[in-house]
């Protein structure tokens, strides 16, 4: 959804130094959370 992506990169621009290492878990488990949180 949408708004696991926005929150994922509202994430990323605060923490940059985890922007190279944790991205893609990070973008999948925000991902995940908020699809299971909507349903």
Same mark, same amino acid.
């Given at each position: 959804p /949408? $708004? &696991?992506i926005a929150k /994922?990169?509202?994430i %990323?621009? /605060?923490y940059? $130094?985890?922007n190279g290492t944790v $991205?893609? &878990?990070m973008y999948g488990a925000? &991902? %995940?959370y908020? %699809? %299971?949180k909507e349903k």
């Open positions: /949408a $708004e &696991g /994922a990169e509202t %990323m621009q /605060a940059p $130094e985890l $991205e893609c &878990g925000i &991902g %995940m908020m %699809m %299971m």
